[in-house]
């Protein structure tokens, strides 16, 4: 049946770290999804991700406001580019990266969308 998830239906918590808010429009728990997550994803300024990937999981990202810096690689930080408001990102499955507001002034604020039916996310640092 056809869902639709209004802003006050999401499931809102911190994200990977205190410097971020995750809000979960569809997922497995939220509208009993079998293979799409879609959230947004709102990090502070000069806040970023621990090193992580998302096991099997493709993920889109798009930049709704501010400016984003990846790193990737086999650590998760040889590699790097940024990105503005209106692009795409995407992550393969198993990429290694951090995702870092690259402003120290204006939040960061993205459209996550996995196809997996939960947040999937593991952590390769010690926090």
């Known amino acids: 049946m056809a869902t639709r998830v209004r802003p006050e239906d999401r499931s809102t918590s911190p994200g990977q770290t ?74 393969p499955a198993g990429e290694v990266h951090v995702e870092e507001n690259a402003s120290d002034s204006e939040p960061l604020v993205v459209v996550i969308s996995r196809n997996c039916p939960g947040s999937v996310v593991h952590y390769l640092d010690e926090g």
Do not use: K, Q
């Open 18 to 91: 205190a410097d971020m808010e995750r809000s979960i429009a569809i997922s497995s728990d939220t509208v009993g999804a079998a293979g799409l997550y879609s959230s947004v994803v709102t990090t502070a300024p000069g806040a970023r991700t621990r090193i992580h990937h998302h096991g099997g999981c493709e993920t889109s990202i798009w930049i709704v406001s501010g400016r984003a810096r990846y790193t990737f690689g086999p650590s998760g930080l040889e590699e790097e580019f940024e990105a503005a408001a209106g692009d795409f990102v995407y992550i």
